[in-house]
């Protein structure tokens, strides 16, 4: 906050209304001043002081999301993007736009008083509104995190009027302007419970209470053993499978052989794998996420445990479209995407060199040999002509930009390959970079999508690689993508879930 405000202005004029309003306000405090806290008084000053430049609640985001839930995290994030915007409205409008005077301490005893009294205007209180807004950001996305936070949020906002350093209209204007700003946050970033995917016909699978005749196949590599446990719990008469990376396809072949549903516990490689088997042997899946991004298992609306074993439970399901690629003899299906050009080619050099110097590290050394990189790693033949490509995407049905937020799907049975195209030329990084901000636009210098059942592509080099659920492949010649409308029955929630 800034030090600089005037605070010698006095209020202009009389008003009978206002003076009242501001002589309760001075009478609640004295009330609150003279009574006795005696649990209080060592907690709410250093709460108070904890809250200090947010400290309090960047540290409560940090613990939020170390629950390693997707709602969690979302929740972290969107709680401190309403503190931020608070803050940013207090610092800049609302401590100068009414410059009110702190209250006078001598009402108030000295062991509640802090040691370094604010300089700032009054009105409103920043902590308060720093308090209520992530209180508030944090529960619109997950109201039982939200439930967990609201008391050591009310008791910061308490603690301001405790301390002596706030009028309670003060905190009480805080708090307004706080749910606020997570409310315009939310209008900017739709949260996942206000973009619910459209109505889909329920899918013919079997119930299965407790888990009976569903067989899961968890791949011991993706560190999913704490969802392995609990899904023992929920669903204690399903069969569980753990086994190393180069044994699933071996493994998800017998429990196919078995099972009255197949199930599976990992990354999206995992679960292309799974749906490849259960699409060919005509059963339904069941996918718990266990991997590290997992979009698949997102988009479907399972993000843990509970989901999952209440959508089992029940029979719950939704068919699905799958994608397909053929390249001469060589096919595969995708759940997610489809890509060629500078994506598999990142993806070959990292996995070079994620084991000596950890992912990350070899994340970003790929980037940068690939980008220097003076030849275009694609060039197809659209309409007779050839045509660099940097990269060529193909989403199995359409992504959304949701405000500021990154994309997702919403229908997952859409019949639509979402394909985006980066055109080739020089400077690779800042193609794809503008590609990158153009977002949801059709067609920019750099960048076009079109939106497609079926996707012809001749002439590919020899040795072109082709990425598809984090996999990837050699291709040569035509390779064709192509949707296949509904054609995967796949557990998921329910709408009352």
């Not at 359409?398 to 195209?421: E, N, S």
Request: glycine share 10%; hydrophobic share 45%.
């Amino acid at each position: 906050m800034s030090p600089d405000v005037d605070l010698t202005a006095l209020y202009p004029g009389r008003h009978a209304v206002r003076d009242r309003l501001l002589a309760w306000d001075s009478r609640l405090f004295e009330f609150a001043a003279a009574r006795d806290w005696p649990a209080a008084e060592p907690v709410l000053p250093r709460l108070s002081r904890s809250a200090n430049h947010g400290v309090l609640w960047f540290a409560t985001a940090g613990l939020i999301a170390a629950s390693r839930t997707p709602r969690a995290r979302r929740a972290a994030v969107r709680g401190i993007a309403s503190l931020a915007l608070a803050s940013a409205a207090i610092n800049t409008v609302g401590k100068r736009s009414v410059r009110r005077p702190r209250p006078v301490l001598d009402t108030v005893p000295r062991v509640r008083q802090l040691k370094r009294q604010p300089v700032t205007t009054s009105f409103p209180s920043g902590h308060s509104a720093s308090a209520a807004a992530f209180a508030a950001g944090v529960a619109l996305e997950s109201p039982a995190w939200g439930s967990v936070v609201a008391p050591v949020a009310f008791s910061v906002a308490m603690s301001r009027v405790y301390t002596g350093v706030h009028f309670p209209s003060d905190v009480l204007a805080g708090a307004a302007l706080g749910v606020g700003a997570a409310f315009v946050v939310r209008a900017l970033v739709p949260s996942r419970s206000q973009t619910a995917p459209p109505a889909r016909a329920r899918a013919e699978a079997p119930p299965l209470p407790e888990g009976e005749g569903l067989v899961v196949v968890a791949n011991t590599a993706a560190g999913s053993a704490d969802r392995v446990r609990a899904l023992r719990d929920a669903l204690p008469r399903a069969e569980i499978v753990e086994c190393a990376p180069q044994d699933m396809r071996e493994e998800l072949e017998k429990a196919a052989a078995r099972a009255e549903a197949l199930g599976v516990c990992g990354g999206d490689g995992t679960v292309n794998t799974a749906a490849g088997i259960a699409l060919r042997r005509g059963l339904p899946l069941a996918v718990l996420p266990g991997g590290t991004l997992n979009h698949f298992a997102y988009d479907l609306g399972v993000e843990d445990v509970r989901a999952l074993s209440r959508a089992v439970s029940r029979g719950d399901a939704m068919r699905v479209d799958v994608g397909r690629f053929t390249s001469g003899e060589k096919r595969g299906v995708f759940l997610n995407t489809c890509s060629l050009g500078v994506y598999p080619e990142l993806v070959r050099e990292r996995d070079r060199w994620a084991h000596r110097i950890g992912s990350w590290p070899a994340g970003v050394l790929a980037a940068l040999r690939v980008l220097r990189a003076d030849r275009h790693p694609l060039e197809v033949e659209l309409g007779g002509r050839s045509h660099p490509l940097w990269l060529l995407f193909a989403g199995n049905g359409t992504y959304h930009r949701l405000g500021l937020a990154p994309a997702r799907r919403l229908d997952l049975a859409d019949g639509r390959l979402d394909v985006r195209v980066v055109h080739g030329g020089r400077r690779p990084a800042v193609r794809l970079l503008a590609a990158a901000l153009a977002g949801p636009l059709t067609r920019s210098p750099a960048h076009a999508a079109v939106q497609v059942s079926t996707l012809r592509l001749k002439g590919v080099e020899p040795g072109t690689l082709l990425a598809y659920d984090g996999e990837v492949t050699e291709v040569a010649g035509d390779v064709t993508l192509e949707k296949q409308a509904e054609a995967l029955v796949v557990y998921r929630p329910g709408p009352d879930d």
